[in-house]
């Protein structure tokens, strides 16, 4: 295989310039008025995928768009969580992945807007009323308030108020059961009908909260915070990042949601690739972390390359072409490796 100084060569071609930027920021780690690193972040703003998203930006700085009304209403609609994966807070998502600056003005509208929009005073995080035929609830799902506090802080609005209620309320709620729980109906539970915060659970609403913690400001690192931390890695370690905590040969997940296959970009879903990034960022050192990496690397080509192996579907762009070689998944797994003290092994 080629070594590492060549994939990283590949990664900083001018083709894809928020590959490029990412690779100065956090393989090279260029400092932050480094000119190549300034001028590959003007640059990125300009070329796909980030180009394509923000060309159908409105100028309200969201992306509600008349078809999602006619389908939706306008309430539900202004959420912005419907239809996947085009509505506006899909977009912060993909776009805060990208490593956007916040203090661009488009990022600051759609961060504004989100604020507005998508969080539920009623609840006390991100989230919304949803009609039933059973009644109304408050739609309240782990995955989403992690993902939108990770982008909120990603891109400069941790101070905001809304955001740190958004974590407190996941700190305080979040379930870090492992099958077993009789689930109860007491706030913001609803028994067995929850999928979410159910007798197993979701391992996606624990690795978001993680995830969520690697951005948030010192200022939300409350006690009730650093055991949530403590739950949620105790947690993710129990299953080796990504197998059965019952049967050590058999995957946690498997489908479209296998966590074994690569993904770009992160939608509510994580891969191998993402959770042991997240462990390392969070200071986790455990011999789960070394498999997952040797896992990792073990997917490499001929060329120390990695692949795309799934995308999500209905964007306004792509992140690649599902089956190639992807300078975007090959750039996370690179950083996960710089995260590791990897970068030196051949």
Not at 57 to 76: A, H, T
Not at 98 to 127: H, K, Q, T, W
Not at 279 to 290: E, F, K, M, N, S
Request: aromatic share 10%; with cysteine; proline share 5%.
């Amino acid at each position: 295989m080629e070594g590492f100084g060549d994939v990283v060569q590949w990664l900083l071609e001018e083709n894809a310039p928020h590959v490029r930027h990412n690779t100065l920021r956090h393989i090279l780690r260029r400092p932050q008025g480094d000119a190549e690193l300034v001028e590959s972040r003007e640059r990125m703003m300009e070329f796909p995928p980030v180009s394509k998203i923000l060309a159908k930006q409105n100028p309200d700085g969201g992306f509600l768009q008349e078809s999602f009304v006619k389908r939706r209403g306008i309430d539900s609609a202004r959420v912005g969580y419907s239809p996947k994966h085009r509505a506006t807070t899909w977009q912060a998502v993909f776009l805060a992945q990208a490593g956007l600056p916040g203090d661009d003005p488009r990022i600051r509208a759609l961060g504004e807007y989100i604020l507005e929009n998508s969080f539920c005073e009623e609840l006390g995080a991100f989230g919304w009323r949803v009609e039933l035929k059973t009644g109304s609830r408050l739609e309240r799902s782990p995955c989403f308030i992690g993902n939108m506090v990770h982008a909120l802080c990603a891109i400069g609005f941790g101070g905001d108020p809304r955001v740190r209620r958004s974590f407190e309320f996941l700190a305080k709620h979040q379930r870090f059961d492992d099958g077993g729980y009789k689930p109860q109906k007491e706030w913001p539970h609803f028994g067995r009908q929850d999928r979410c915060w159910g007798g197993h659970t979701c391992y996606w609403g624990v690795t978001k909260l993680l995830r969520a913690m690697t951005v948030v400001p010192e200022s939300y690192w409350t006690g009730e915070a650093q055991e949530a931390k403590r739950k949620g890695v105790e947690f993710v370690l129990l299953h080796r990042l990504m197998w059965s905590s019952r049967n050590p040969s058999r995957p946690m997940i498997t489908g479209r949601n296998d966590l074994r296959t690569l993904k770009a970009p992160l939608t509510y879903q994580d891969d191998a690739i993402e959770i042991a990034t997240t462990l390392l960022r969070l200071g986790v050192d455990d011999p789960a972390i070394d498999d997952t990496i040797e896992y990792v690397l073990s997917k490499r080509n001929e060329r120390g390359r990695w692949h795309l192996e799934a995308t999500p579907s209905n964007m306004y762009t792509t992140w690649g072409v599902q089956g190639d070689e992807s300078k975007w998944v090959t750039f996370r797994a690179m950083r996960m490796l710089a995260l590791a003290g990897r970068l030196d092994d051949p």
